[in-house]
């Protein structure tokens, strides 16, 4: 049973390249180029092995953009609350994950190229969230 719960998750409610891998080399960083209006960065926590940065907005409302090596590892969503969908970010398989519960407002739009995994989480709709996303490089 626990197999099958793991199967589920990883298939409905994560995302992974099924490789292992180990870190040989520096990540190559790579960062929206769209940023949506009136955002601007305010922090970088960014590592060699991993890119963090958060955006912000007058108002206070963040944009937090991760990019992170695969290494086999599956993210998991909340989605109690929240409709999830497969989408595609360029030719890259995806997940858009929008919540409806009034108390979750943050949207997640998350990708992997097969070697990094990427994801953006913003009070801000699909199409920004897409727009965003399909700008990474």
Known sequence: ????????YDEYLGITDGNDSVITQEMEHRVPACIP?????VKDNSTRYLVNR????????????????NNHAT???DSEGAML????VKEYKGKFLE???EDKKENVIMWT??????????????E?????AESVS
Do not use: C, W
Not at 85 to 88: E, L, R
Not at 113 to 126: N, Q, R, S, V
Not at 128 to 132: I, S, V
């Open 128 to 132: 920004e969230l897409k727009a965003m």
């Open 37 to 41: 209006e009136g955002y601007e960065l």
């Open 54 to 69: 958060i955006y912000r907005n007058k108002s206070g409302k963040l944009i937090t953009y991760f990019q992170h090596y």
């Open 1 to 8: 049973v626990a197999g099958l719960l793991v199967e589920f």
């Open 75 to 77: 993210q998991y969503f």
């Open 99 to 101: 919540y409806l519960d």
């Open 113 to 126: 190229d097969g070697y990094y995994t990427y994801y953006i989480t913003a009070e801000l709709p699909y």
């Open 85 to 88: 969908s497969d989408i595609f």
